[in-house]
């Protein structure tokens, strides 16, 4: 399947010019630039909201940034568990961070993990004081958000090419989001995503395996002489193919699986869905 996909993809892509995608990580770039490796297009997700505090333990190596000065605050070598809170002039984690309202905490090691109130998170790790109360943000790798929150969203006994589109389109509008943030802080609240931390994946189940056969694939509405990938808020429509948006799918789920028993592969159900649109590879 992925291998008719590129194909697909190279009718539309001259030799001579490679696939690019637009800069959308310089922020994110500043601060990979701070760590030993770095880290994949990533997601902002809200994972704790307008609480009194909460438990926030870590186990390996991490390093502590304000990340509204962008300053190194500490370097850890050792975990720590302790009740984080607001206290008026910043932020307390067993230890006070006077005049630090934002915390971010960044591991330095393969290993490292987040707990918040026991629930694990892995990548980087952001605590703001927001009027009093805490909320806590993930920072995690899109392609990992997508195998985290579709495991369960998506029915593993779809075909594979079906499960191919509906994971081109969910990691289409995960990009669009990481771009176009509705919050000053996060872009996707966890909660209505349906992501709940990290946890081991079956990666031989179908789903995964269309996350993977499919990895960076995205739904452009430029194509690739434009020189940009422009990821857009796709949704799938779930009662009529009649919208007057481009943004909704034209075709049903039920279509989507209609094709796919026909022989349709992943490339025919999208341009399908999704007129005027290319399939490229934004990273």
């Not at 922020?27 to 490796?37: C, D, E, T, W």
């Not at 948006?245 to 049903?252: A, E, N, Q, R, V």
């Amino acid at each position: 399947m992925i291998v008719r996909i590129l194909m697909f993809l190279l009718a539309f892509i001259p030799f001579t010019m490679p696939v690019q995608a637009i800069d959308i990580w310089s922020p994110i770039k500043a601060l990979f630039g701070r760590q030993s490796q770095p880290m994949q297009p990533a997601i902002k997700v809200l994972v704790l909201h307008d609480q009194d505090g909460a438990i926030l333990e870590v186990e390996g190596k991490y390093k502590i940034y304000d990340p509204h000065t962008g300053s190194l605050l500490s370097t850890r070598f050792l975990g720590k568990s302790k009740f984080i809170q607001p206290i008026g002039d910043g932020l307390k984690w067993g230890e006070e961070f006077p005049g630090h309202h934002q915390l971010e905490l960044v591991p330095t090691a393969s290993d490292t993990r987040f707990l918040v109130n026991g629930v694990e998170y892995k990548g980087i790790l952001t605590i703001y004081d927001i009027g009093g109360t805490l909320s806590i943000v993930n920072e995690v790798p899109i392609e990992e958000y997508l195998s985290l929150t579709l495991d369960s969203k998506l029915q593993k006994d779809l075909s594979q090419e079906a499960l191919a589109a509906l994971t081109i389109a969910e990691r289409t509008n995960a990009y669009y989001l990481s771009q176009h943030p509705k919050r000053k802080f996060w872009a996707v609240d966890g909660t209505q995503t349906g992501y709940q931390g990290y946890y081991a994946v079956d990666a031989n189940n179908p789903v995964q395996k269309a996350i993977k056969n499919t990895r960076h694939m995205v739904m452009s509405r430029t194509g690739t002489y434009e020189g940009v990938v422009t990821p857009f808020p796709a949704q799938w429509n779930t009662t009529t193919k009649v919208s007057p948006k481009l943004d909704i799918s034209k075709i049903t789920m039920d279509e989507v699986n209609q094709m796919a028993d026909k022989g349709s592969h992943a490339a025919n159900i999208l341009e399908k869905a999704f007129p005027k649109t290319t399939i490229q590879l934004i990273y």
